[in-house]
T-cell receptor, first 114, second 113 residues
């Protein structure tokens, strides 16, 4: 089946630094990718829609200047958490639709900000 | 406003018995529904889906039932196995392509040997 990878799978950073998370579709092209965030025991909350070659669309309440999204190619979207704070600690997951409504999820990135 | 609801945060079932996970939705525009299984610190894995034109879809031990009039769907796992223990998310989407999924909060299934 389709595979979506994320890198890194786990990252610890100091408060105030920036962290980049990569999401790659390994065997298919994705003009659209989605970034979700999951807090412990919570649902997956959509943060933004990443569109290849154009600006990302952010959900209400998500700061676009803090969560920078770049979708420079049909197989790669990156999420950069800028000036990270402890409250940004979360599990970040990307997904890419392949055909119709099915989406394939990456394995997730656990971010811990100290 | 939660459009997809999974009202049971957890469920325990004996091995070999049937597991029934429920999901309700409020948005009548949803026309495609999916179930994902998720282990801790991993991304969700697609399990099974159903289009609104159907009321049942079966794949091995997994069957999803859709009741559009009640805006309710359920996932049946039979027989349940210990390896099925995970969090199950119900998700829904609207007709347009490349749209994000709306997830429920998940139900943690524990299958007891």
């Amino acid at each position: 089946g389709a595979v979506v990878s994320q890198h890194p799978s786990w990252v610890i950073c100091k408060s105030g630094t920036s962290v980049k998370i990569e999401c790659r579709s390994l065997d298919f092209q994705a003009t659209t990718m989605f970034w979700y965030r999951q807090f412990p025991k919570q649902s997956l909350m959509l943060m933004a829609t990443s569109n290849e070659g154009s600006k990302a669309t952010y959900e209400q309440g998500v700061e676009k200047d803090k969560f920078l999204i770049n979708h420079a190619s049909l197989t790669l979207s990156t999420l950069t958490v800028t000036s990270a704070h402890p409250e940004d600690s979360s599990f970040y997951i990307c997904s890419a639709p392949l055909a119709g409504n099915e989406q394939y999820f990456g394995p997730g990135t656990r971010l811990t900000v100290t | 406003d939660q459009q997809v609801k999974q009202n049971s945060p957890s469920l325990s079932v004996q091995e070999g018995r049937i597991s029934i996970l429920n999901c309700d939705y409020t948005n009548s525009m949803f026309d495609y529904f999916l179930w994902y299984k998720k282990y801790p610190a991993e991304g969700p894995t697609f399990l099974i889906s159903i289009s609104s034109i159907k009321d049942k879809n079966e794949d091995g031990r997994f069957t999803v039932f859709l009741n559009k009039s009640a805006k309710h769907l359920s996932l049946h796992i039979v027989p349940s196995q210990p390896g099925d223990s995970a969090v199950y998310f119900c998700a829904a989407s609207v007709p347009s392509g490349n749209t994000p999924l709306v997830f429920g909060k998940g139900t943690r299934l524990s299958v007891i040997a």
